[in-house]
């Protein structure tokens, strides 16, 4: 694959560009909302990734003409099932048969994105990255019911090309495995809040300061498994098994109601206190650099 169809191009489809060219690739981009070529190119001329030159990227009007020119599609529109299949119709008639149609959804499933391809179903597979995914290695590759294995197969091999780190999931379920990970942690943390228990920033905290690190090194599973000391996860499971469970049965089950949401809002805003969004982002990718370059170091990490 040497050309790349970048469908959208707000932040995550910008960060995709910005990895695909960075990689060597030709990236043929499109988005039909105004300015959003000079956005494009703006944020690429500050890219991050050695390599990542303009001098590859064109950008066409049209997400058919962009599809056509393809050997690999990366769908990155609004996550509504109307736009989804308005938007594949359009990629499934215009690119060639054997062009894997992927889209970054972080929740849609798949099955329901390829309603919108008649002729190919069989191509149209998740490709859900992390943001920034110029960084982040994670890509959840998701097949469809009608999605053909072979086409996750070269997904997968895509993605490992260009350095990151896919996971395949043997079926789809809505929010794939890390947003639903996610939600989980989201719904105590909000919970803990709305009762009163923890402030915004204490949550934030808790989780950078306290287990956030150990999981920016290995997963939940190895962690726990470690810290059964010789026992491993044997131990942990047979001696906290019970009291976790307990936990389980105490967690929080909470509505975002308007209520709960300006106490989050006003959470954050407290934590941040006058500090710039833009510093925080490029304070946050630069430790994410030193991060991901001091694993590569280590060749003991899975």
């Not at 703006?42 to 599809?67: H, I, K, N, Q, W």
């Not at 949550?203 to 150990?214: C, E, F, N, Q, V």
């Not at 954050?268 to 006058?274: D, I, Q, T």
């Amino acid at each position: 694959m040497s050309t790349v169809a970048v469908v959208g191009t707000g932040v995550i489809g910008a960060s995709w560009a910005e990895l695909f060219l960075a990689h060597g690739l030709d990236v043929v981009a499109t988005d039909p909302a105004p300015g959003a070529e000079e956005r494009l190119r703006s944020a690429l001329e500050s890219a991050a990734l050695e390599g990542a030159s303009t001098d590859r990227l064109r950008f066409v009007a049209d997400a058919g003409e962009a599809a056509a020119a393809a050997d690999f599609v990366q769908e990155n529109g609004p996550e509504r099932e109307d736009v989804k299949h308005a938007l594949f119709a359009v990629l499934d008639e215009a690119a060639r048969p054997d062009v894997i149609l992927a889209s970054s959804s972080s929740g849609l499933l798949p099955s329901v994105i390829a309603r919108g391809c008649p002729r190919h179903p069989e191509r149209v597979v998740i490709g859900h990255p992390f943001n920034p995914p110029h960084l982040i290695p994670l890509v959840e590759v998701v097949p469809g019911r009608e999605t053909a294995p072979e086409v996750v197969d070269r997904a997968v091999a895509f993605y490992t090309s260009i350095g990151k780190r896919p996971i395949r999931l043997t079926r789809e379920v809505p929010g794939h495995v890390a947003n639903r990970l996610q939600a989980a942690l989201w719904q105590e943390a909000y919970s803990l809040v709305e009762r009163g228990i923890a402030t915004v920033a204490d949550i934030d905290t808790a989780i950078a300061y306290g287990p956030g690190l150990r999981w920016a090194v290995l997963g939940p599973f190895l962690n726990q498994h470690l810290s059964g000391g010789a026992g491993g996860l044997a131990h942990v499971l047979a001696h906290l098994g019970p009291p976790t469970e307990e936990w389980w049965r105490d967690l929080g089950r909470v509505h975002l109601t308007p209520e709960l949401a300006e106490t989050l809002i006003a959470g954050v805003g407290a934590e941040l206190a006058g500090t710039d969004d833009r510093a925080l982002v490029a304070a946050r990718d630069a430790v994410l650099h030193r991060l991901l370059a001091a694993k590569a170091a280590q060749p003991d990490l899975p």
